[in-house]
């Protein structure tokens, strides 16, 4: 008897519900339906919530100083455009809280990368960190083309960007930097018989 994976029906492991390929994307859409829970909850508990907020952030402020003030350096660092004269004061210091946060997070960075070319492109779609690391995890951390497992691994589009792919996980393959610029934009010739 064949167990199927209750998420995609793909071949699973008896002992398991889902599919290794899945397990992120699973935990994923679990996380994502419980912020939307928590956004419902605060927006019907606004006044209580905030009074919540108000008190654990005092507490917070009063344990860590030092770091509560880094990470509200960086947020303000994303909001730019709300805080111009601020980043403007701070921008040294900015600037390297968040080249230090690149440099522990590179994975994170490249995908962040990735989804604002896909939005410069308007191209449907968006691909998490979790979802990434599930597509690389299904491919084995080999390049989907050459098969070689001791390359860095780039986010690629079986139909690209420019072709009018989107950048949802179903259309994202991870290829060696080679494989990558090879293929160019061009539709992958395997990508949609593999599918
Ligand atoms: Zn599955
Ligand atoms: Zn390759």
């Known amino acids: 008897m064949e167990y199927k994976c209750l998420r995609c029906h793909g071949p699973r492991e008896p002992r398991k519900k889902l599919c290794d390929a899945c397990v992120p994307l699973a935990l994923e859409e679990q996380k994502q339906k419980s912020r939307e829970r928590a956004t419902a909850y605060r927006l019907a508990n606004l006044e209580k919530v905030r009074a ?6 005092a507490e917070e402020r009063a344990k860590n100083p030092e770091e509560v003030r880094l ?14 004269k601020y980043y403007e004061a701070h921008k040294d210091e900015l600037r390297k809280v968040t080249s230090e946060w690149k440099k522990a997070n590179p994975g994170r960075v490249k995908v962040n990368n ?20 599930a597509v690389c995890k299904k491919q084995k951390g080999k390049c989907y083309d050459c098969g070689r497992a001791d390359v860095k691994l780039t986010m690629g589009h079986g139909v690209p960007l420019y072709a009018g792919g989107s950048h949802d996980v179903s259309n994202i393959i991870a290829q060696c ?9 061009r539709i992958h010739p395997e990508f949609l018989e593999k599918q």
């Open 71 to 84: 990470r509200k350096l960086k947020s303000s660092k994303n909001n730019l455009e709300y805080f111009p």
């Open 177 to 185: 930097q080679r494989c990558n610029c090879k293929q160019g934009k």
């Open 114 to 133: 990735q989804k604002r070319r896909a939005a410069k492109k308007e191209a449907a779609g968006s691909v998490t960190y979790a979802q990434w690391e």
């Open 52 to 57: 919540i907020d108000r008190k654990r952030a």
